[in-house]
């Protein structure tokens, strides 16, 4: 069983549980302070009036009795007469019944049970008597016993606990739904959507809460476009003077040392490709109309024109899928991906699998690298974060791959995980949601 994962469920489950606690304590209260000694007093007066009109009866002359068995019914409900057969026995399960039979045994000195009347009768309960040598047989009506102090304790009760549950649940409700606003509004923040201002309505705690979240927001906001603003500004000074400095080394006199000038170029376009990569992670790589497109086609592509640049990669399509969602962003996460187990992976062949369940299409980018620890899955996402402490560019790129992988996930609602692979080696998890009309092909 899971526990609720909402705010207003578990609030909702707490209060529902602390109303049945209530009400079946207040239920055994009212039954055994309340209910019972008042059955047992209205049983016991019953007794007593049954009692006396069975002896009544035995003593009055004969001429007299038809009167006196009309006024009983007349003015009690009880109708008396003298018992010529025995009564079918028949169990009953009300409490006052049973309160009565034990009054009437306590005032004969032997059982007295109460049966139901005969099938025409069948709403009237019957008790024989004896009394003067005698057996009386005294009926009355199940009407007699209408009034259900039991019943009406528990109505009241289960109304009390339901009104107070829905006014509970309601007003819950009415003090969650600005919270769920700030959650929805704190998700589409971590997409990257554009900030919209939460309406600062309600009680005055909740107010001061959103007025700061929405001051907070826009902070945030500022800070991003100005950390933008001033990566590309950097960006725009560094590439002007290694754009002067390629032109240079491309000007230079064919006698100069090739291993020299080929080192330096190739640090030039690693400072080049560094500088993107930070521009990429500072902009946030905003999302991009999404496309239909087949995942099984869409990941041919990347793989063939890995080949061609000469990674060995092994591409095991199992059941794709086709799904709508930002290809670029696909692109630039696969790509990112792959160079990732192609660097660590070692000279075994990277894996590329992909299938599809009913809620989520899987990729999987496996190698046979010497793995990663479990403790550093998810600091490798941070930017510049290498498990290589050197920082070689023989050994490592600049640490912003997976940074922006995650970024870019995290904007398009997918999940990405670093897995141990079965065997050695490490397996890159990319889970993407599907929407409720996306269809699968094996």
Known sequence: MHK????????????????????????AVVFHYILVPVSKRAADDLATLMMLAAQTWVELPPETRPDFERELLEGYDLKLELADTSLPFSENLLPYLRFLEEALTRRTGEPVPIRSGAPDTAKWFC?????GGRILRISFPHARIG???????????AAGALVILLTSLLLVRRLIRPLDRLSRATRRIGRGATFTPLPETGPRELVTLTRGFNRMAGEIEELLANRTTLFAGISHDLRTPITRMQLALEMLPAGNDPELIAGLRQDLEEMTRIISDTLDLARGLGPHAPEDIDLREFIDGIVTGQRHNGASIEWTPNSCCSCSLDTLALQRVLTNLIENGLRYGGSTALALRCHCTGTAAVIEVLDRGTGIPADAHEQLFQPFHRLEVSRSRHT??????LAIVRQL??????????????????????RIPLAAGASQDA
């Open 127 to 131: 008790v024989d008597i004896p009394m």
């Open 147 to 157: 009034a259900r102090p039991p019943i009406a304790s528990l109505l009241v009760v």
């Open 4 to 27: 609720p994962r909402t705010l207003f469920a578990r609030t909702g489950s707490t209060l529902t549980v602390a109303l049945l606690v209530f009400l079946l304590f207040s239920v």
């Open 409 to 430: 996930c995290e904007v398009h609602g997918w999940q990405i995980r670093l897995l141990p692979r079965d065997g050695g080696g490490t397996c890159a998890e990319l």
């Open 396 to 401: 490592g790129g600049s640490g912003l791959g």
